[in-house]
Structure formats: C-alpha cells, structure tokens
C-alpha cells in the first residue's frame, strides 16, 4: 500500500523542532503517512492562503491569525493547542530610524502632522499585522490613523525595508530576530507578548473530515515527540546550530516556552475575538461552532 501524503505548513522557527525530530523519526512511514513540511516565511497569513487553495492540509498557526480568518470565513478548524505559552513579539527598527525606545515612536508620531508611522507587515491579516494593532493600542497610538501599514512578504524584505528607511518599524518574534540585532543595526526597541496561547495546530476543514484517523496519528506523533523533545541532553546545541543562536539565547527561549498536547478552549477563543472585534478587525464574535468539527 502507498504510503498517504499529508502537507503541513509552519513557520521556520525553533517552535517547530518536534515536527523535525517527528518526520526524522519516521514514526509516521510506519502508519502509512508520508507527512511533508513546507516551510512559510511569510507567516500565518500565507499559510491561510495556502489551506484555502488546497496547497497544504494543516498548519501551524498563530491563535489570533487563524481565529480571524475562521471568522472571516475561511475553511478552517482548530485541532488543538500547539504551545501554550505567548509569544513575544519583538519591535524591531533600524539604526537609520533613529528610534530607540517606545517614546521615541511616540514623539514621532506626535512632531509628525498627518504623516503616519510606517510600519512593515509580513501580509494584512498576519500576526505582525495584529500584533501591531495590539501594541500600538497599547502605546495609546490609534494604528487606523497613525500607523501606515506596508505589506512586505517576509522577514528578509522586512529588514530591507528597515535598513533602508521604507518603513520605521517590524514587529516579528524576538529570539528568530535575534541574530539580526546582534550582529548588525538592527534594534529592538520594545517587545510585547500575546495576552494568549500562541501557536494552535489547525487544517482544512474538508481534510480533516475525510481524514480524521490520519490527523488522530498525526496528534499522537506530534504530541510524543513534543514531550520527548525537551529530555534531549543536546536539545540546547541541536537548536543553536539549526536555527544560528547563542546557546545563552535557546536556553532564554526554552525557559519561556511550553509545548501543548491540550484541545483550544472556548475562552481564550472568545479573549481573542473580543480583542480583534475592539480593534475592528473582526465583525462580530462568532459561535464557537465555527471553529471545530463535531462540535
């Protein structure tokens, strides 16, 4: 029997190991599951795109991002959490800004009559994208009016827009940028965490339908190897190697983040829609139907 294959897409980040380690393993050619991972630089927002064109079968995605675009529509169900800690969010800047704290950015915006701060996305509906609303909300800054959202793709044409003055600042997660603001002008001048969950693991609804047993094994495989991940001795060396860190920086990175085996709950879904319908990227708050199968 042909081995069944299954796309699954995230973002090349130290978050995804186990997906690593779970497809080296080849736990999942026992079960006659070929899974293949596509790597999506340009975040959530493309891996969106990419479930509804049928071009992937799963994802894993930022809570907030997938949460707006099942409430917007697309084809989509949540299957579980993926982890469970928030993600923090970097707010990056280039030396030519001349920015280099969060008054800075305010000031900036106060001297600058009827010109907007430009603010680099990675695409509208992304997690750089929202995240950006929350933390200007944050900031007391009105991102409808003040901020100028530019749509650049991914993190590398993110920092050409930096260093060369097109947008003024890039939120993206710290530790994946953290190369970047050490070794060349890169700044992070703030950071600010999701008031959630970051990471779920989510898929097509019509894939997950027609092939609940398959996901059911997927679960199972990711879900181990999550766990087993975190008693490698190398675990701290494999990560800095793979991903161009300082060990000092993994170990930061692993004592703030917890991996999730546990189903989305009702209420952090209802804190996020709340959140996005304050912003007025949502319009309404939707049932909670709408997000999972069998329900």
């Known amino acids: 029997m042909n081995p069944f294959t299954v796309h699954i897409g995230g973002v090349p980040e130290h978050f995804n190991y186990p997906w690593y380690l779970l497809m080296k393993s080849k736990d999942l050619q026992k079960e006659q ?16 795109q990419s479930l509804v064109d049928g071009e992937i079968d799963l994802a894993v995605m930022l809570t907030e991002g997938v949460t707006k675009a099942i409430c917007d529509g697309a ?3 949540l299957i579980q959490y993926f982890v469970s800690s928030p993600l923090v969010w970097g707010v990056h800047t280039h030396a030519v800004s001349g920015l280099t704290n969060p008054q800075d950015l ?9 010109q907007p701060l430009n ?23 009105d991102p409808n009016t003040e901020f100028s959202f530019r749509e650049v793709g991914d993190l590398d044409h993110a920092l050409e827009e930096l260093k060369y003055g097109q947008s003024d ?6 530790f994946t940028t953290q190369p970047y603001v050490a070794q060349f002008d ?5 950071q600010y965490p999701t008031p959630w969950p970051c990471f779920v693991l989510a898929g097509r609804e019509d894939f997950l339908t027609n092939h609940s ?10 879900n181990k190897h999550a766990i087993a991940m975190l008693e ?8 800095a190697t793979r991903y161009a860190q300082e060990s000092s920086a993994i170990e930061s990175w692993l004592s703030q983040t917890q991996w999730s085996q546990k189903p989305v709950d009702s209420s952090t879904l209802e804190q996020v829609q709340n959140e996005l319908l304050n912003l007025g990227l949502i319009q309404e708050v939707c049932s909670d139907k709408l997000f999972f199968l069998n329900f």
Request: hydrophobic share 40%; no cysteine.
């Open 186 to 190: 890169y700044k992070r001048i703030d």
């Open 119 to 141: 603010v680099a996305i990675s695409r509208h509906g992304s997690g750089s994208h929202l995240m950006a609303y929350l933390y200007a909300k944050s900031l007391g800054i």
């Open 232 to 239: 490698r001795p190398t675990l701290v060396e494999e990560l």
């Open 106 to 114: 305010i000031n900036r915006i106060k001297n600058q009559t009827n």
């Open 213 to 222: 047993d398959t996901v059911d094994k997927i679960k199972q495989g990711i």
């Open 33 to 48: 599951i070929n899974l293949r991972w596509r790597d999506f630089d340009g975040g959530t927002g493309a891996m969106v």
């Open 169 to 174: 600042i890039f939120l993206w997660e710290k």
């Open 75 to 77: 084809p989509i169900k």
